[in-house]
C-alpha cells in the first residue's frame, strides 16, 4: 500500500490519497485511489468518509453540475442618486486605483531609509542643549549624544548623517581658520564616529560661516564685499582636513564660484582620491534657513548672502551652476531648500546623470512641526507627503531633520 498527505483547507485535517496495490493477476485491476479526509487534531484518526475521485471530479465539471454562480450586483447609491447612462469612456484612470493591492503595484516613487541624509548638531558640551526654533532637535554633544542619535537612527536604517557644528565664539575669526584645525570639533567628531560606526557615511559640511567672525560664507573685504578666490583657497584646506580624519563626502555650501574644481584638486593632491564631493549647486538664498542659523548661531553679522547664494527667482541659472559643478568634477548635486524647489530639483534631473540631492531645511521642518503641535495638520502624514513630493521631483537623497522619524515609520517602528 503506497499513500501520500496534502494539506487541505479543512482545519486541523489533511486529505491522505491511499492507493491500495493488488496482487498482480489478470483477474484483480487496481482499485481507483480515493481520497480519504483524516482529522489531524482527533488521538485516533478516523476517516469522515469518502470523497470524489478526480475522474469523478473531472466528469462533474463537464456535465456542469455545479451551483450557478450568484448574480452579480453592484450595492447601491444614496437615495436621490440620479439613474443614468454610463459614460462612454475607453480609459478609466481610477480602474488602477480601486484596491490597495494595485495602487501599491503602480506607485512609481518610493521612500526608503537608505535615501535619507540626517544632519546633526554638535557642540563641545558635554549634555544635548535643545533648539528652541526645532522642536525635537539638539545641539548634541560630541562625545555622547551624538553617538546616541547615531545609534537609534542606525536601528531605522539610517546610515548617512552631515554634520554641522557650533563653534565657540572665541575660535571664530574673520579668515575661519578654526575650519582646517585638525584637531578642531569637527574631525575629532568624525574620528569617533568612524571609531564607533565604522560602516557609515559622513558628510561634511564645507563653508567658513560657522568660524567667521562675519557669520558669512567667506571671507569679507573691509568694503563688504565677499572675497571668492582667497574664501576658496580656505575651503580647500578645510576639505583636506575632514578627509584626513575619515570624511566620506565633502559637501560645498559656500557657493564660491570655481571651488568645485579646487576643492577636486586639493582633495587628489593629497591622496584622497575616493573623497567624493557633494555640491550644494543651487543654493538659494532663502528664508526658510532661519531656525537653522539659530541652531549654529551663524547669522551674519550684517547684510545677507544674496551676492554669492541664488535668487529665490531664478531658474535657468540652476543649470548654469550645474553645468559648472559637473564639469569641475562633483559627483552629487544638491538643491536647497526641498519642497518650495521642487522645479528646481526636476531640472537638474532631467539634465544631469548624477545623483541628486535635496535639502529639507530647517524652516520646512519647522513649519510642519508647529503646525503639527497646534493640530493643524497630521504631522505625521504631512511629513511623509512632503518628502515623498522631493523623492517624485527627482532627488535621489534628502537631508532632513525628519530622517529617523521618517525611516522609522516605513520600517514600522516608531522612533524616540
Known amino acids: ?40 487534531n482527533n488521538a485516533s484518526a478516523s476517516a469522515s468518509g469518502p470523497t470524489l475521485t478526480l475522474e469523478e471530479c473531472e466528469a462533474a465539471a463537464v456535465a456542469g453540475n455545479f451551483p450557478a454562480p450568484p448574480p452579480h450586483s453592484k450595492p447601491p447609491g ?8 454610463p459614460l462612454d469612456l475607453t480609459r478609466r484612470p481610477r480602474r488602477n486605483r480601486k484596491s490597495p493591492t494595485l495602487r501599491s503595484a503602480f506607485q512609481e516613487t518610493t521612500l526608503s531609509p537608505a535615501n535619507f541624509v540626517l544632519p546633526l548638531f554638535i557642540h563641545e558640551g558635554e549634555e544635548d542643549a535643545p533648539i528652541g526654533a526645532m522642536p525635537g532637535c539638539f545641539r548634541l554633544g560630541w562625545r555622547h549624544g551624538l553617538m546616541d542619535e547615531v545609534y537609534k537612527a542606525r536601528d531605522v536604517g539610517v546610515n548617512s548623517f552631515v554634520l554641522f557644528p557650533k563653534i565657540p565664539d572665541a575660535l571664530k575669526s574673520p579668515t575661519g581658520d ?23 557615511v559622513i558628510y561634511t559640511d564645507v563653508a567658513l560661516d560657522p568660524y567667521s567672525s562675519d557669520g558669512h560664507d567667506g571671507i569679507v573685504r573691509e568694503d563688504g564685499v ?24 565633502v559637501s560645498p555650501s559656500d557657493m564660491m564660484d570655481g571651488r568645485v574644481g579646487a576643492l577636486r584638486a586639493a582633495l587628489d593632491a593629497e591622496g584622497f582620491h575616493d573623497v567624493s564631493i ?4 543651487a543654493k538659494y538664498a532663502s528664508a526658510f534657513y532661519g531656525p537653522f542659523r539659530e ?11 544674496k551676492t554669492y547664494q541664488m535668487n529665490p527667482a531664478n531658474y535657468r541659472e540652476a543649470l548654469i551652476e550645474a553645468q559648472a559643478d559637473e564639469a569641475e568634477g562633483a559627483d552629487i548635486l544638491l538643491v536647497k531648500p526641498g519642497l518650495p524647489y521642487t522645479d528646481v530639483i526636476r531640472l537638474l534631473r532631467d539634465n544631469s546623470a548624477l545623483p541628486i540631492a535635496a535639502y529639507q531645511v530647517s524652516g520646512e521642518y519647522s513649519m510642519i512641526k508647529a503646525a503639527g503641535v497646534l493640530k493643524m495638520i497630521d504631522e505625521e502624514r504631512v511629513m511623509m507627503e512632503s518628502l515623498m513630493c522631493i523623492r517624485r521631483a527627482g532627488a535621489d537623497i534628502i537631508l532632513s531633520y525628519f530622517a529617523r522619524q521618517a525611516a522609522g515609520i516605513l520600517c514600522g517602528a516608531k522612533s524616540n
Open 78 to 85: 444614496p437615495k436621490g442618486t440620479p439613474l443614468i447612462k
Open 295 to 305: 541652531a549654529l548661531d551663524s547669522n551674519p553679522r550684517f547684510g545677507d548672502k
Open 178 to 200: 578654526e575650519a582646517y584645525n585638525d584637531n578642531g570639533l569637527v574631525p575629532r567628531t568624525i574620528r569617533l564616529l568612524k571609531d564607533k560606526f565604522p560602516d557609515i
Open 278 to 281: 557633494m555640491s550644494y549647486t
Open 1 to 40: 500500500m503506497a499513500s501520500s498527505i496534502f494539506f487541505s483547507p479543512a482545519a486541523n485535517a489533511v486529505t491522505v490519497p491511499i492507493r491500495f496495490t493488488a496482487t498482480a493477476t489478470a483477474a484483480t485491476p487496481t482499485p481507483t485511489p480515493r481520497l480519504v479526509l483524516v482529522r489531524a
Open 226 to 249: 565677499i572675497m571668492n578666490d582667497e574664501t576658496v583657497h580656505q575651503l580647500c584646506k578645510q576639505a583636506v582636513s575632514q578627509a584626513r580624519a575619515g570624511a566620506d563626502v
